[in-house]
C-alpha cells in the first residue's frame, strides 16, 4: 500500500520561510517523479513544483520560482519544499504526489493528505 505523509505546515509572517516533507512508502520511491501541488479555498489545485526521479531535473510554477527549492532523497524515500521569501497568496494545502514528471494532476498516481501552509501579511 502506497502513502505519502507531508508534514512541516504552519502559519508564518510573509518574508518568512517554511520548509515542508513527505514520507514516502513506496518500494520504488526512486521510479518515480515526485511533485508538490498546493489548493487554495475555493480555488482548483496548481502545480507549485517536481522533481524527476534521480533528482537532476526540476521545474517550476512562474509564482516560486526562485524562492522555493524542491529535492529528495531517494535514500530515505523523502520529497522536500523549501519555502522562503513567502507571500499571503502562497497561503494554501500542499501536497505531494508520486507519478510522471508533469504539471497536470492527472499524470500523478498517488497522492498525501495534504498540510496546510498559512501566511499572514
Known amino acids: 500500500q502506497v502513502q505519502l505523509a507531508e508534514s512541516g505546515g504552519g502559519l508564518v509572517q510573509a518574508g518568512g520561510s517554511l520548509r515542508l516533507s513527505c514520507a514516502a512508502s513506496?518500494?520504488?520511491?526512486?521510479?518515480?517523479?515526485m511533485a508538490w501541488f498546493r489548493q487554495a479555498p475555493g480555488k482548483e489545485r496548481e502545480f507549485v513544483a517536481v522533481?524527476?526521479?534521480?533528482?537532476?531535473?526540476?521545474s517550476y510554477a512562474d509564482s516560486v520560482k526562485g524562492r522555493f527549492t524542491i529535492s529528495r532523497d531517494n535514500a530515505k524515500n523523502t520529497l522536500h519544499l523549501q519555502m522562503n521569501s513567502l507571500r499571503p497568496e502562497d497561503t494554501a494545502v500542499y501536497y505531494c504526489?508520486?507519478?510522471?514528471?508533469?504539471?497536470?494532476?492527472?499524470?500523478?498516481?498517488?497522492w498525501g493528505q495534504g498540510t496546510q501552509v498559512t501566511v499572514s501579511s
Open positions: 504526489a508520486a507519478g510522471t514528471r508533469a504539471t497536470i494532476t492527472t499524470a500523478y498516481d498517488y
Open positions: 522533481i524527476s526521479w534521480s533528482g537532476g531535473g526540476t
Open positions: 513506496i518500494r520504488t520511491f526512486r521510479n518515480y517523479a
